[in-house]
């Protein structure tokens, strides 16, 4: 056997939380690096803040703004004081540092790096630091925390480090890319090990601070496992389990090991035995490795996950004091009747290593001990081996729950039965989540028509138990009973199929046939999440409808029960498990088994060795429905401004969308294209799940080529040095939308593509152009010696292969498109351009005119725009500002203006703004108008008249002054090359 090794080097901690903190003057830094501490204040905040733990009641207690903008001096100090935690990582910079036209840009630099060592508090800085020194006294540096500064640059690379990573101006924010800024200093200063240092105190300032007692934690395993005697993965060297179970999905027993912090004690349950034997101390954290070779967890399932022996993802905790028991404490001394009570409550509320029988869960590697089952433990110890637990005595005493133990026979809970297949996804999902599990049985017509379209349909007398079921249930398929249509014989019973619940939505189009008929209606219906077949249904995707012919209706009849699990064989299994039949004298029933191991389990573990995985969503039905113009409820279509309704504009993308369209949004910058395109999507997704399984949005850019959007091939991923490096095929983020990362089932995800003209079309789209077209495409690219093909539903008979890509007949691409960019419209190819339907979206035409009727109309629109827009208050002068800014800047010329995003932007610009300079109400205007309306004039031919009509709000309104025109002309001259006649 082959030790392995495990990954080399602590695992790069994505969770760990770190903050940027600024300093006002050198004079600061020197003080916060001197005290080991932060400090920071605002004249708007002048109160101990330490029990105004939300941001309503902070702005009810001090004069700061009612505002969730970062800027904010409530938003960053309630961060500091409530969000920040000790154990967080903290960065002393100065300055901005921001990336444009590629390259890096701003002045910031980074002093410090360390790690919060105290709880906020208020005190006088004078009070704190001593007496200041005169470049530090009129601070309000009256918010606190310790800090140790373990990283001070001065000392360590003999100055301030300038990063290439982002900056933001605001004194105190939470720091996204510490891993990076990390990184780039281990890798131009050689600070690894200082590094180290610093998120080791950071783990030890967590822990210490919590006051928390370590978490026990129980391993199940067969400590005769050859693994078990392997040094670092042996029994009390390590705990180690895979990182997902063999289909990729998560399992709640092996996610428990990124939990373990060091101190936790774990003890060793030894399932041959049925006993606890041992304990240990976790000595770190994970770290992330890969499955000790030609073990069990190394073998099992690997092939199927793309892994090659040695590959698997696997998470390994080093332990270390590791102390065996003189006596084996027997688990059924701790799992009792006695104790049957107190164990029940407990597994209400806990994921634990026991069954509702008190048996051993299966597959339950790693459970956390609630504190009670550790009292349990402990007691039961004492009884019946004389003795305490080692390490237990660290967890102290925990208060005893009280619940009424009953007297009863001193016997054992009878051995329920185990699953055949304990690692198949299925069977994963109900021991860990414990679904309730509904047998259904109708007509086998009705089930045709529930494949077709991926769908279950309730009648209204159902509507409770369509209600009552949860995401997450499970539901069993089963034939039975006489057809629907007339005509159809009765098939004998035939169980086909299980789902996992999804979404509910309801429906009024008539797919059945008793509701065509006007003899039932189903308009309630649930789509699936997973959804699992025997073989011949499996492949049976080109189904027909409820009304074809008889013919073809027997036929795929015959093409569900193909492979399929006789109902009499069903209920063999049935009595087996519990001596009672599969439940079908109705359409919908539960497993009221009162068992682990109950009929519902049982008929599952019979079908999860035949069934499998297949698309949730029906891949050749068009869509028929339409866009509710609620769903554009977050979007505001001023009534006193010439927009389209939320009824026109729902009505052309329904038209587009149901003639197969793929669609481009086209309009001015700020229009809010991106968001009707989300909000579109959106919509399709909650109320079409049966059709769509998500959304994404990704932005074009110049570089994008095929390899990006269709894919290509990149080397793999591996430990093995003869197969690490090898070129495979990876599919781009299109590809994506056709087909489940982790699964590799069929999926229907239309995409939007934000800002296409960025784009170069013929080389970012290649092959798709084709496909787009409606034809079959073969990529030059193989799989497992295929070449890799791009289908439509109309050239593809049963399920795709891993190498085959299927479009669903309701896959969408929805793309957004700034008209103002002409050069690259024209770069479309009308080729390209005839396979989508351009939708216009506008900016308002707003009120023309100076008179009070066009200034009221204004305003009218104005004040619509602020109610839907969340954290804006302007004033009316700002509001009249800002709306006349707009107005000037529509009006000056045809077919150039800008929508109403970037009047938001301005808004929020102007009522946050504490510049400490002038801050009047024409220069925070102006500098909004400079910040986000000259930026979408570089480059127009007739800027000039832009801004010199933005310039003349002050003579023409009839209004005060709402431009600092001196300020204007300046940036104008800088910016846009734009030189204002003085005198216009």
């Known amino acids: 056997m082959s030790n392995g090794s495990p990954a080399d080097g602590n695992r790069e901690q994505a969770e760990r939380r770190a903050w940027i903190v600024g300093f006002n003057n050198e004079t600061w830094c020197n003080l916060f690096l001197r005290e080991g501490s932060v400090s920071m204040g605002w004249s708007d905040v002048t109160t101990d803040i330490s029990a105004l733990t939300s941001h309503e009641a902070i702005i009810d207690a001090t004069t ?17 004081a409530h969000e920040a935690q000790v154990g967080d990582i903290i960065v002393l910079k100065n300055g901005l540092r921001y990336r444009s036209d590629d390259k890096w840009q701003g002045k910031a630099t980074i002093r410090a790096i360390g790690v919060i060592d105290s709880d906020y508090t208020y005190q006088d800085p004078s009070d704190r630091y001593g007496e200041l020194p005169p470049t530090a006294r009129n601070s309000v540096n009256t918010h606190h925390r310790d800090v140790n500064w373990i990283l001070n640059f001065d000392e360590l690379i003999g100055g301030a480090f300038t990063p290439e990573v982002p900056i933001n101006r605001w004194t105190f924010e939470e720091f996204d890319d510490y891993l990076e800024l990390k990184s780039q200093l281990q890798s131009s200063r050689g600070l690894t090990d200082h590094f180290s240092e610093l998120e080791a105190y950071a783990d030890q300032a967590k822990t210490q601070h919590s006051g928390d007692q370590p978490t026990v934690w129980i391993e199940k395993s067969y400590h005769n496992r050859d693994d078990r005697d392997v040094d670092g993965w042996g029994l009390g060297d390590a705990l180690w389990c895979p990182q997902t179970r063999t289909d990729g999905g998560s399992s709640v027993y092996y996610d428990n090991a990124t939990d373990v912090e060091p101190g936790d004690v774990i003890l060793h349950l030894d399932q041959h035995q049925r006993a606890f034997t041992a304990a240990s101390l976790a000595a770190a954290t994970y770290e992330e490795t890969t499955c000790l070779e030609d073990t069990e967890w190394d073998n099992k399932g690997v092939s199927e996950m793309g892994y090659s022996s040695g590959e698997r993802p696997a998470y390994r905790v080093p332990l270390t004091e590791y102390e065996e028991f003189a006596t084996p404490l027997d ?8 104790n049957e009570d107190v164990l029940h409550d407990l597994r209400d509320d806990h994921t634990v290593v026991y069954s509702k029988n008190l048996n051993l869960n299966q597959g339950a590697y790693l459970t956390e001990a609630p504190p009670a089952f550790i009292e349990l433990i402990s007691a039961a110890a004492r009884t019946a081996i004389g003795d305490t637990l080692p390490h237990l005595d660290r967890v102290g005493s925990t208060e005893r729950v009280e619940t009424l133990r009953t007297d009863s026979n ?10 055949d297949h304990p690692t198949d996804p299925l069977v994963q999902h109900i021991q860990a989540e414990e679904p309730t599990i509904y047998g259904l049985t109708a007509p086998a017509d009705y089930w045709v028509t529930a494949l077709k379209y991926r769908a279950l349909g309730f009648e209204d007398t159902q509507h409770s138990q369509w209600a009552n079921m949860d995401p997450g249930d499970v539901l069993i398929f089963h034939a039975g009973g006489e057809p629907m249509h007339p005509e159809l014989s009765r098939p004998d019973g035939f169980v086909f199929g299980i789902a996992v619940v999804g979404s509910h939505f309801e429906a009024d189009e008539q797919w059945w046939y008793d509701d065509i008929h006007n003899t039932r209606t189903y308009p309630y219906r ?19 409808d409820a009304t074809d012919s008889v013919h073809e209706l027997t036929d795929a009849i015959s093409q569900l029960q193909r492979e399929s699990i006789p109902i009499g064989t069903v209920n063999e299994r049935c009595d087996d498990a519990t001596g009672n039949h599969f439940p079908s004298r109705q359409f919908i029933s539960t497993f009221d088994d009162d068992a682990e191991y109950g009929r519902g389990e049982a008929v599952i573990d019979l079908l999860v060795g035949t069934t499998t995985e297949s698309s949730p969503i029906a891949t050749t039905i068009e869509f028929s429905g ?25 009505d052309q993308i329904t038209a587009a969308v149901r003639a197969g369209d793929h669609i481009i949004f086209t309009g001015p910058p700020g229009t809010g294209k991106t968001e009707i395109a989300q909000q579109v999507t959106a919509h399709l997704t909650r109320h079409y799940p049966h059709l769509y399984s998500g959304y994404q949005v990704t932005t074009a850019t110049a570089d994008w080529s095929t390899f990006d959007t269709v ?3 990149m080397p793999t991923e591996s430990t093995d040095e003869e197969t690490s490096g090898d070129l495979a095929f990876t599919s781009g983020i299109v590809l994506n939308r056709l087909k489940n990362t982790k699964t590799g089932v069929q999926a229907n995800e239309p995409i939007i593509i934000d800002e296409l003209n960025r784009a170069d079309i013929d080389k970012g789209f290649g092959q798709l152009f084709t496909l787009l077209s409606g034809q079959p495409v073969q ?7 295929n070449e890799i093909e791009l289908l439509t539903t109309d050239h593809l008979h049963g399920t795709p292969a891993d190498y085959q890509y299927l479009v669903p007949d309701s896959w969408h691409i929805f793309a957004t498109m700034n008209s103002y960019d002409k050069t690259s419209l024209y770069e479309m190819s009308y080729a390209f351009m005839r396979r989508f339907a351009f939708i216009r979206i506008p900016a308002p035409t707003l009120p023309a005119g100076t008179d009070d009727d066009a200034l009221d109309a204004l305003d009218d629109g104005m004040r619509q725009y602020v109610a839907a827009w969340d954290g804006l208050d302007p004033t009316p002068e700002e509001r009249r500002a800002v709306g006349l800014v707009w107005k000037h800047t529509n009006q000056a010329v045809e077919d150039r203006a800008i929508g109403p995003a970037i009047v938001k932007d301005m808004l929020g610009y102007i009522t946050n703004h504490h510049d400490t300079g002038n801050g009047t109400l024409p220069n925070r205007v102006t500098n909004a108008v400079i910040s986000y309306i000259f930026p979408q004039l570089e480059g127009v031919p007739k800027r000039d008249q832009i801004v010199r009509h933005i310039t003349d709000i002050n003579s023409h309104e009839g209004t005060a002054d709402m431009i600092d025109r001196e300020l204007l002309e300046t940036a104008a001259r800088d910016m846009l090359q734009v030189t204002l006649d003085s005198d216009s």
């Open 331 to 338: 688990v059924d001394e701790v799992l009792t009747e006695a």
């Open 410 to 419: 001193d016997t054992e809970p009878d051995e329920s039965e185990q699953f």
């Open 779 to 785: 990529l030059p690219y193989t799989k497992h010696n």
């Open 64 to 80: 700061a703004r009612d505002s969730v903008h970062p800027r904010n001096p409530a938003v960053q100090l309630r961060k500091f």
């Open 626 to 650: 339409t866009i509710d113009p609620d769903a554009f409820s977050g979007i505001v279509f001023p009534e006193a401004y010439d927009v389209p309704s939320a009824n026109e504009l729902a």
């Open 711 to 713: 894919g290509g091939y």
């Open 526 to 544: 649930v789509a699936f999440d997973r959804l699992f077949l025997t073989p011949g249904a499996a492949v049976a995707t080109d189904l027909p």
